[in-house]
């Protein structure tokens, strides 16, 4: 196969965004080999759903396979000779990494470094990865800066997304891979994860229950739409990471290398206050939230705010989708497939 028929692999190919992606790929007309593990994390029936869609497409092929087992993802690679890689696949969620934490040692480490492998061995053109805006934990210097140490994590899997940055790194300086990580900032969205908290907050108001809302509600985000992620993505993707000429060993930039690595973040626009967040929920579904006022949760951040500079000079592409128009397209996704 030349470069220009050898497939785009998609790790997380039934997930929230692997799904958008997918899809969005596949209706381009390209041909992608999906690679997903249907874990319990969350409803394996709306998993299902999503790559139900997907396998309505003949561009698409389907490999049941989990990140960690290292044989499995070997032999998607020999067979798929993919060009381009991006990986999606991970042990979400701030909070279930207090419960279990190994299972974010098995996805997000032992899992990465197959996917690395992978790469090297299939002389893959171009890997992107999803990283976290969770991974800036501690700091408080707003927009979060991809030019900033990021070295703070205040749960193990934004460690575990550190690592991987750390761990592309590697690969792009020993091996010449390019690499790009995308810094995600609380992307929701249409066929989104039911532990995220739109999701949950829709799901209660709608019967009636009340919602936590963390922090008193003085938590800010920079919400962002499924469709700006999915651009993002597909933009980077048609530009691989190249070695930076200005880096500099005696002030290196975490952000680029003189090896062909970059980190980007992708992230709404101005941070929305979480309150505000719930009143344009509380509109689009026409009902009023029963609010269970909860202090900060370890491992949170009070806010995050994303500096997407970066991302903007090399892809000419901003996220810009408000809340005021994703919100009610979520639920109207929400109300149709739940037939609420």
Not at 189 to 217: C, E, S, Y
Request: net charge neutral; hydrophobic share 40%.
């Amino acid at each position: 196969m030349t470069a220009s028929t050898r497939p785009i692999l998609i790790t997380g190919s039934a997930g929230f965004i692997g799904f958008h992606l997918c899809h969005r790929l596949l209706a381009e007309g390209r041909q992608v080999v999906g690679l997903d593990s249907m874990n319990e994390y969350y409803d394996v029936a709306l998993k299902q759903a999503r790559l139900d869609r997907l396998k309505g497409f003949a561009n698409f092929r389907f490999e049941h396979v989990d990140l960690a087992d290292r044989d499995g993802v070997s032999a998607v690679f020999a067979s798929a000779a993919p060009e381009i890689v991006v990986n999606l696949a991970a042990q979400a969620g701030v909070r279930y990494s207090l419960i279990n934490p190994h299972s974010y040692a098995e996805s997000n480490l032992n899992g990465f470094l197959n996917i690395l492998e992978g790469c090297r061995q299939a002389s893959v053109g171009h890997l992107v990865y999803a990283s976290s805006s969770s991974i800036y934990g501690g700091s408080t210097r707003m927009p979060f800066s991809v030019h900033d140490s990021a070295d703070h994590p205040l749960s193990l899997y934004a460690a575990s997304k550190k690592a991987n940055e750390l761990m592309a790194h590697t690969y792009s300086h020993l091996f010449g891979l390019p690499t790009t990580g995308l810094r995600f900032f609380t992307v929701y969205g249409p066929w989104g994860r039911p532990d995220m908290a739109l999701f949950i907050f829709t799901k209660a108001i709608l019967a009636g229950q009340p919602i936590d809302v963390f922090n008193h509600g003085n938590m800010q985000r920079a919400f962002t739409y499924i469709d700006d992620i999915v651009e993002g993505i597909v933009r980077v993707i048609g530009r691989p990471a190249t070695a930076d000429p200005g880096w500099s060993s005696d002030s290196p930039d975490p952000a680029t290398s003189n090896a062909p690595y970059r980190i980007h973040n992708i992230g709404g626009g101005s941070p929305v206050q979480l309150t505000r967040l719930i009143e344009v929920l509380e509109d689009a579904l026409g009902r009023k939230a029963e609010r269970n006022l909860m202090p900060l949760q370890p491992g949170d951040v009070p806010a995050s705010f994303a500096d997407v500079s970066t991302l903007e000079e090399v892809t000419s592409f901003r996220p810009r989708i408000p809340i005021e128009i994703g919100i009610p397209s979520f639920v109207k996704w929400y109300r149709e497939y739940y037939r609420v």
